[in-house]
């Protein structure tokens, strides 16, 4: 039986370590449209580097208000923890989450079921740039790129492009570990 409920999610991260993040999107993929969205800013307890706060307008004084990851788990748990797991480039995103659990040794689930929609765009879509930008351009999305709002919405409506186009999202599914 086909899976039902995808969690598209796109975190940004503060630094090149890519052990925190910053901020964190998700957009909830059920029946084949969006139904639900969350955004947060993410309080890294970590310096910022010049470079990543460029890239994503966020810094030391944007996130001074924001709740730590620790803080924000309760909320977003349940959200990550209602379907499969999707991103674009999901080694990243999902690694990154695995790093902030250990960081602050919050224990979840040893493994998540996810869906990368790189690997799945290479297979559906050969000879075209698998890039998030230019996907997004591709099927008309709009995109505010490398926000993470924008980016987990572009990934949630990349993976219902894919599945309105007849692909099948399971077959691409692997397990992440996580602890």
Known sequence: MPVQRYVAFDVETPNRYNSRMSAIGISVVEDGRIVREFYSLV???????????????????????????????????????????????????????????????IAWKPYVRGVCTVTMGRSLLPGISHKLNDLCEHYGICLNHHRADSDSHACAEILIRYMESGAEPEKYIRSYRMA
Not at 62 to 77: G, H, K, N, R, Y
């Open 43 to 105: 309080d890294p307890e970590q310096p910022f580097d010049w470079f990543n706060s460029q890239l994503t307008g966020i810094n030391e004084e944007t996130v001074f208000d924001a709740p730590s990851f620790p803080e924000l788990w309760p909320e977003i748990e349940p959200l990550l923890s209602s379907g499969v797991l999707a991103a674009h480039n999901a080694s990243f995103d999902i690694g990154v989450l695995r790093k902030c659990l250990e960081s602050y040794e």
